[in-house]
């Protein structure tokens, strides 16, 4: 990363985009409240600039606002926005739109549904340069032009196609083509990878980065995701409850952050392969701000370890940390001797037990869809030690999910599939299994506010739970029902409120106590902190392992997040396609040589150290499970594809190393030879 | 595609037979003595007798079912009680009649209610908004036979500017056929109106805050083509399949609509068979009416595929 | 818009970590309540469901003092004095029988006002059940059921009431049945979809795996999150139970005479409007036009505050 701030002095023309002391308010029940504190920011040209903060800091609302389009309900109270030097704010609807149409573009989350359902590919690109030139002469084959700079292989018949024919990552390219078609001097990102898949994600964020550099464009690039900013970006800021608290150079926040905030922000994420059972996660106590809600002189203050009087008196000035380097706290100079909020971790014994609590072999699960018949797990097999995790990871439509359903007997496996608890094959649905089963295997879901009844208090869910799994009543089990709150961290003075009162991380304690309400032998774990906040993702991971070192409970923890999985797993498998590709302990899974798809899927993720390996890069698309490939179903994608062996014949799930199972026909000592350098990418 | 349509066909065809058994079961079943119903608590018993043997109400329910049935299949929809004529010279004259009037209403509604609903849409929550939607609401929850009613009082009546009837004089042009039909067609437009303004409104508001209108907005289209262009050509799909639906709707309407304004319609021929508890014109009449409705929906279907992409290139993956 | 919004929402946002106290709600039960008084406070704020009520209280009011109002005895009649014009002695005229009609359009709500909610309840009652049952169990049931729906729809209402009229017999109680049978399944049909979206929630799932029964599931975790769409189902299908009740009447094979129906009064009198005598059928025309938009604009109300 190269961390280039801009000299002022060499700088002739006007920044790219300039918000000088800005304050937004949405109007909501007849009350303004303030989202945007006067935020004061300015992106250079050719710059790249990323704003980070978490749910609620308004770095959504600072983006729409730079392309002055807010919600209806949406009003600048005050300051100004510059773009390319020009005033925004005092502009009519036409000189706006003509900004929109030839300086400021914007991308964002969710690509299929920014893009018309109802209109081919190519007209909407096209309509771009129709507008930018007033006639459409031309405009179709500058379309083409566009879609083949944004790497699409095929432009021409991309764009007689309607964007439900395409996938998420390929529609993200087009709104990119399109957002750049004009050449804007300033590109907006707001969230451009969020949802696409780790490999799709790496893709997109090259190729973000290779075209930024060819039109020369200056970016804000807004992600609450630290590991894609220190990829993506040059400087940086931090926003908390509208206040921009932190900005520098991305390395030199990174290595030095000298806000509270930030450096609580970079101390909740697991970085640098660091395990549960050597450190905790560090949290940043209490919960973020709602919209528009009092605050002291200094936003942080009523969260920070650091505070003083003088904080809740006198609002921060910017200090200057270094050069470009400026932090809004007054202790800035001791920002990183902001006490730990957690302890040492907890000793998470060795199970004395050998023989598995959960062992599964031969799953398979099909899927019937209008004839197709669609294999959404293959022959896949584990076994789970108490008080163990397995850690699950792949990419969309790996089965996953399927596998988790299966497992709790919410959804059946096909014939055959043999899923046994304590040595006893469970019966394939739930109501056909023990209650002591039952019990014995519980899941954390993955969205709260879907998981728990929303016309229900917390009282009656977590009761419902115990009398159902343990056949308690009356006193006995209310004495219960305190005790598990207790032991998820849940406030018994909260108990009698209804789901809607509480904040994310409040709902997601409630979900975890109820899946411990039977004192569980398994926990499948489906995304449970990926609809969270990074700081309460933090306080939840602690608690789930907190859990593990006092109850012996296993778990099966799905995710995306690499750096979770790795924190939290004993050993991790790997699925693609259903089928599973790698299955060993976590480090040796991490470390060379690995299975190629999992050597692919973690070069892709980026990570807040900045210290990138070299992405590998996979070529096409993940394929359908309606249509797998033949023979090994990766061998589409791989970057070590041997020949045609690959393609005709399914490697065995064999053990390389002891304990490290792989599906691949390369040993181990060829692949640990072949891993010293990176793949030569495929044609 | 084809698949769609297909399928579609088929579910409309097992529809048309549980409907035939409804109606079957709800005018020879239910009623019992078919015969004795027909002709009253004085009729002779073997005046009743005959009748049933000449409807072939004596034979065994599953034989009369069949009978009918494999009536329908070789075009003969029986032979109505009351006149002694054919149903088929009963109903299908009367079916073109009230295609008539309802064609003339849809060429009146389809265009007004969309344009109220999109216009309701773009000022959503504001005067013009209210006016709309209140209004076409209230329009709509007012029976139809208030509607005539209220109407022929003055137009016909009071204002004297149109005629009180639908039937015009045998042998009159086009346009004074429509000059009689213009008040009942309005009463249909005025109950109409509602349904299809709502449903314009509600697929444009939804499409007005679409992640696409988004988009479009910040590609800096003017806000003119972004309507046209973006919002309206998904908006207007949902409302196609409803505007089909009101027809079965409609015919319903007709019933009271063609007794006020006395229109030799299928509503009144409906309305007299069952007066006159004339079965067989009735079962048939039912059925036709269902025909219609699914022949109706149908079509929607089919255009709501020829416009929906999504549905028309049906995905790959 | 809704993506950058921000969270905007009514709920209190208690503290997330355990180590920060002093939470910012209160105990539960009282928050029932808060949500009940949100509603009802968006509800009274409604011109729409203001108007509607003060509409269907008026009839409501007539419907039961209607004989303490009424000038005189809706049912007298009196043959010298038929069909004589609005004066100061009958404000509306009277009808072919001399019977008053100001006095018969005051006390008309009545039958209606009794039948619409009987028949509308029993369908909402019926629609629930099956809406739930088939939302929750799909498959073949659902398929059937589904089917047969159609086939139900298919037929406009007035003329499923025709077809049971002459199956049945005119009378009240076939009136309530012919509605219940109709509108049930389309009642079925909106608690199905609400049903349909509230099972992807994992809360069903949870419900499933602490062993819960069926029936507990349905009735004990999903009906309470539907109850929003039901009370508006309820209130919308009453407008249409009006609709149908008055235009049946109004064919003759509704509410049976003598009772001073609207429906009724204008079947028995809409044939002599071209002989100028329009104020028997005018009122009455004005009096159920007056009753269905005020119960829209109730339930136009009612849906706006809980669709929020």
């Not at chain 2, 009367?94 to 216009?119: D, N």
């Not at chain 2, 030799?264 to 006159?276: D, F, K, S, T």
């Not at chain 3, 209130?235 to 009740?245: D, K, M």
Request: hydrophobic residues 45%; neutral net charge.
């Amino acid at each position: 990363m190269s961390a280039t701030a801009p000299e002022p002095t060499a700088v002739q023309t006007a920044p790219a985009l300039e918000l000088r002391d800005l304050e937004v308010a949405y109007r909501v029940r007849g009350v303004w409240r303030e989202v945007l504190r006067g935020v004061t920011l300015s992106i250079a040209r050719n710059e790249a600039y990323g704003l980070v903060g978490e749910s609620g800091c308004g770095k959504s609302t600072a983006a729409f606002a730079a392309l002055r389009y807010l919600p209806r309900n949406g009003r600048v109270m005050s300051g100004s926005i510059l773009v390319d030097g020009e005033d925004l704010l005092s502009m009519n609807e036409s000189q706006v739109r003509q900004l929109r149409v030839s300086k400021v573009s914007m991308v964002y989350q969710n690509p299929t549904a920014a893009l018309n359902p109802s209109i081919r590919i190519g007209d909407q690109v096209a309509e771009v340069y129709a507008l930018a030139d007033g006639g459409s002469d031309g405009s179709d084959e500058r379309a083409r032009e566009m879609l083949s700079k944004v790497q699409i292989a095929d432009p021409a018949s991309v764009m007689r196609r309607y964007p439900h024919q395409l996938s998420g990552g390929m529609n993200q390219r087009v709104v990119i083509a399109m957002a750049l078609a004009t050449n804007p001097s300033l590109l907006i990102l707001d969230e451009p990878t969020t949802g696409l898949d780790a490999t799709v994600e790496g893709e997109v964020l090259d190729l973000i980065k290779t075209l930024r550099e060819e039109f020369e464009t200056s970016l804000l690039f807004i992600t609450h995701n630290l590991g894609v900013m220190a990829k993506m970006c040059e400087r940086m800021g931090v926003l908390y409850a509208g206040r921009l608290v932190e900005e520098g150079p991305v390395a030199d926040v990174f290595d030095r952050p000298s806000h509270p905030y930030t450096v609580g922000l970079l101390r909740c994420i697991p970085r640098g392969g660091v395990r549960k059972d050597k450190e905790t996660l560090d949290t940043i106590p209490g919960f973020l701000p709602q919209l528009g809600a009092d605050l002291p002189a200094c936003v942080f203050a009523d969260r920070c370890g650091l505070a003083e009087d003088i904080c809740r008196q006198q609002e921060p000035p910017f200090h200057r940390v270094s050069e470009g380097h400026c932090s809004r706290c007054h202790f800035y100079d001791r920002a990183h001797t902001l006490p730990r909020t957690t302890g040492a971790p907890p000793v998470l014994g060795e199970s004395a037990r050998q023989e598995p609590v959960l062992q599964a072999r031969g799953v398979q699960k099909t899927f019937h869809q209008e004839g197709h018949a669609i294999h959404a797990l293959n022959d896949v097999e584990f076994a789970l030690k108490e008080g163990e995790t397995l850690g699950l990871v792949g990419e969309s439509g790996s089965g996953k999910t399927t596998l988790a359903r299966l497992l709790i007997g919410l959804s059946p496996p096909d014939e055959g599939s043999v899923v046994e608890l304590d040595g006893a094959q469970l019966a394939p649905t739930v109501s056909k299994r023990e209650r002591d089963q039952v019990r014995a295997l519980q899941i954390v879901f993955q969205n709260p506010d879907s998981a728990l009844n929303r016309r229900f208090s917390i009282h009656r869910i977590l009761g419902r739970a115990l009398t159902m799994l343990t056949g308690q009543r009356g006193e006995e089990r209310e004495e219960h029902l305190r005790q598990l709150a207790h032991s998820v961290r849940f406030d018994v003075r909260l108990i009698g409120a209804r789901p809607a009162q509480l904040s994310g991380g409040l709902k997601q304690r409630v979900a975890i106590a109820r899946a411990f309400a039977g004192d569980p032998r398994i926990v499948v774990c489906d995304e449970p902190t990926s609809a969270l906040d990074v700081s309460v993702q933090a306080a939840i991971l602690n608690l789930l392992v907190e859990l593990q070192a006092k109850q012996k409970v296993a778990y099966l923890f799905i995710s995306h997040d690499l750096g979770v999985v790795r924190y939290l797993s004993d050993r991790i498998a790997v699925l693609y396609l259903g089928r599973l590709m790698e299955l060993g302990p976590a480090d040796q899974v991490f470390e060379s040589p690995q299975h190629p798809y999992t050597e692919a899927l973690a070069s892709a993720v980026p990570t807040a150290e900045g210290t990138e390996r070299e992405r590998i890069r996979l070529v096409g698309e993940i394929p359908s499970a309606a249509s797998p490939p033949s023979g090994c179903v990766f061998h589409t994608r791989c970057p070590r594809y041997i020949g045609d062996v690959c393609k005709t014949e399914e490697p065995e799930l064999k053990e390389v190393e002891p304990g490290h199972f792989w599906r691949c026909h390369y040993s181990a000592e060829q692949l640990r030879e072949l891993q010293k350098t990176p793949p030569k990418p495929r044609v | 595609m084809t698949r769609f349509i297909a399928k579609r066909l088929g579910l409309g065809l097992i529809t048309l037979w549980l409907l035939s058994v409804l109606v079957f079961f709800g005018t020879q079943v239910l009623p019992g003595d078919v015969a004795r119903r027909i002709l009253g608590p004085f009729a002779s018993p073997s005046a009743v007798t005959a009748l049933n043997k000449q409807l072939g109400t004596d034979k065994s329910v599953f034989v009369q079912y069949l009978n009918w049935i494999t009536g329908l299949f070789h075009g003969d929809l029986g032979t109505s009680v009351a006149t002694r004529t054919s149903v088929s010279s009963i109903v299908f004259p009367a079916l073109w009649h009230s295609a008539k009037l309802a064609i003339l209403a849809f060429i009146i509604v389809v265009p007004l209610g969309i344009l109220g609903g999109v216009l309701a849409a773009l000022y959503e929550g504001r005067f013009r908004d209210r006016l709309i939607s209140v209004g076409g609401l209230s329009a709509t929850t007012v029976p139809e036979f208030v509607w005539s009613v209220v109407f022929i009082l003055v137009f016909a009546l009071w204002l004297g500017i149109l005629p009180s009837t639908a039937t015009a004089p045998p042998g009159s042009g086009f346009l004074t056929q429509i000059e009689y039909l213009v008040l009942p067609a309005l009463c249909l437009v005025f109950v109409l109106f509602g349904y299809i303004a709502r449903m314009a409104r509600a697929g444009t508001i939804e499409s007005l805050e679409a992640d696409y209108t988004r988009t479009a907005v910040i590609k800096g289209l003017p806000y003119r083509t972004v309507v046209r262009r973006h919002v309206l050509r998904n908006s207007l799909l949902p409302t196609i399949a409803v505007v089909a639906t009101q027809a079965g709707y409609l015919i319903g309407g007709l019933v009271a609509i063609e007794l006020v304004f006395n229109y030799q319609g299928i509503g009144q021929v409906l309305y007299r068979a069952a007066i006159q508890k004339d079965f067989p014109v009735l079962q048939s009449a039912v059925l036709i009416v269902g025909v219609v409705y699914l022949v109706a929906t149908l079509l929607a279907d089919l255009a709501y595929s020829l416009l929906n992409p999504r549905i028309r290139f049906e995905s790959s993956s | 818009m809704s993506s950058f919004g921000e969270p905007i929402g009514s709920s209190v946002t208690a503290a997330d970590s355990p180590a920060v106290a002093e939470p910012t709600v209160g105990p539960g039960p009282d928050e029932a309540k808060v949500i009940r008084r949100e509603h009802l406070a968006l509800l009274l704020r409604s011109k729409t469901f203001i108007a509607g009520a003060l509409i269907l209280g008026f009839w409501i009011v007539c419907a039961i003092f209607g004989n303490l109002i009424a000038p005189d005895d809706p049912l007298r009649t009196n043959p010298v004095a038929a069909l004589q014009a609005p004066s100061s002695a009958h404000l509306f005229g009277t009808d072919t029988l001399g019977r008053d009609v100001l006095s018969r359009v005051l006390v008309g709500a009545r039958d209606i006002l009794i039948v619409a909610p009987l028949a509308t309840l029993l369908a909402t009652a019926m629609g629930t059940l099956l809406g739930l049952v088939t939302g929750y169990f799909r498959g073949f049931v659902d398929d059937s059921l589904g089917r047969l729906i159609d086939a139900i729809l298919a037929v406009p209402v007035v003329i499923v009431g025709l077809l049971s009229m002459v199956a049945l017999g005119p009378s009240t109680v076939t009136v309530i049945f012919v509605i219940a049978v109709v509108f049930t399944p389309v009642i079925a049909r909106t608690v199905r979809a609400a049903v349909l979206s509230e099972v992807q929630y994992e809360y069903v799932a949870a419900a499933r795996l602490r062993n819960e029964r069926a029936p507990y599931i349905l009735f004990g975790e999903i009906l309470p999150n539907v109850m929003g769409p039901v009370l508006v189902e309820f209130t919308v299908r009453l407008g249409y139970a009006i609709f149908t009740i008055a235009t049946l009447s109004f064919l003759g094979f509704g509410i049976q005479p003598p009772a001073p129906d609207w429906g009724l009064q204008i079947y028995q009198h809409y044939g002599l409007i071209s002989g100028g005598y329009w104020w028997p059928v005018l009122f009455p025309a004005l009096a159920i036009a007056s009753l269905v938009i005020g119960v829209n604009l109730l339930s136009d109300g009612i849906s706006q505050a809980f669709e929020r």
